[in-house]
T-cell receptor, first 113, second 112 residues
Framework: GENVEQHPSTLSVQEGDSAVIKCTYSDSASNYFPWYKQELGKRPQLIIDIRSNVGEKKDQRIAVTLNKTAKHFSLHITETQPEDSAVYFC????????????FGSGTRLLVRP | DVKVTQSSRYLVKRTGEKVFLECVQDMDHENMFWYRQDPGLGLRLIYFSYDVKMKEKGDIPEGYSVSREKKERFSLILESASTNQTSMYLCATEDRGPYEQYFGPGTRLTVT
């Protein structure tokens, strides 16, 4: 079945530096790729998503890139701040034919002040 | 603002007990989901429902069942709780089209 691998499992950066989290997916029919952020003790929340007809999407300090040929997508956070510290999950889905989201295992990001 | 609530934040049950976890949403969303979250494993889909009385198995349905009698309510049932079902359980809802999933606060279930 569909599988999503996420790396690294933990990431520590200095405040102001950039952070990159990478995911690979197995099903080439996947066409929707969201990213969720889960702060400590809170529920996951969508921060950005991308569809397979787009190569890159930006929203202020966060961006997501998608390489369909290689079947991987990445989350980029620039000018990191302490409030970016959280667990980030990538996911993949074959929208329009399935409601299922397959999540990666998560990346714990720590931004050191 | 989407509101998704779960019946308990913390629950402690004994092995063999029948356990009910309930999720209620107030946004008239069609799709509802139950996940379990374990460290290093991400969120794994147990069951989902795309309409009242409709359900489909997710990736780890064994030992669980679900019920959706009303659109706003989706229940997860552990027929006979076991210690390996100790986990954080998250409910989510989704409106068809935007695809964003809205999560509940979670229920941390401990089975002893």
């Amino acid at each position: 079945g569909e599988n999503v691998e996420q790396h690294p499992s933990t990431l520590s950066v200095q405040e102001g530096d950039s952070a990159v989290i990478k995911c690979t997916y197995s099903d080439s029919a996947s066409n929707y790729f969201p990213w969720y952020k889960q702060e400590l003790g809170k529920r996951p929340q969508l921060i950005i998503d991308i569809r397979s007809n787009v190569g890159e999407k930006k929203d202020q300090r966060i961006a997501v890139t998608l390489n369909k040929t290689a079947k991987h997508f990445s989350l980029h956070i620039t000018e990191t701040q302490p409030e970016d510290s959280a667990v980030y999950f990538c996911a993949a889905s074959k929208r329009d034919s399935s409601y299922k989201l397959i999540f990666g295992s998560g990346t714990r990001l720590l931004v050191r002040p | 603002d989407v509101k998704v609530t779960q019946s308990s934040r913390y629950l402690v049950k004994r092995t063999g007990e029948k356990v009910f976890l309930e999720c209620v949403q107030d946004m008239d969303h069609e799709n509802m989901f139950w996940y379990r979250q374990d460290p290093g494993l991400g969120l794994r889909l147990i069951y989902f429902s795309y309409d009242v009385k409709m359900k489909e198995k997710g990736d780890i349905p064994e030992g669980y069942s679900v019920s959706r009698e009303k659109k706003e309510r989706f229940s997860l049932i552990l027929e006979s709780a076991s210690t390996n079902q100790t986990s954080m359980y998250l409910c989510a809802t989704e409106d068809r089209g935007p695809y964003e999933q809205y999560f509940g606060p979670g229920t941390r279930l401990t089975v002893t």
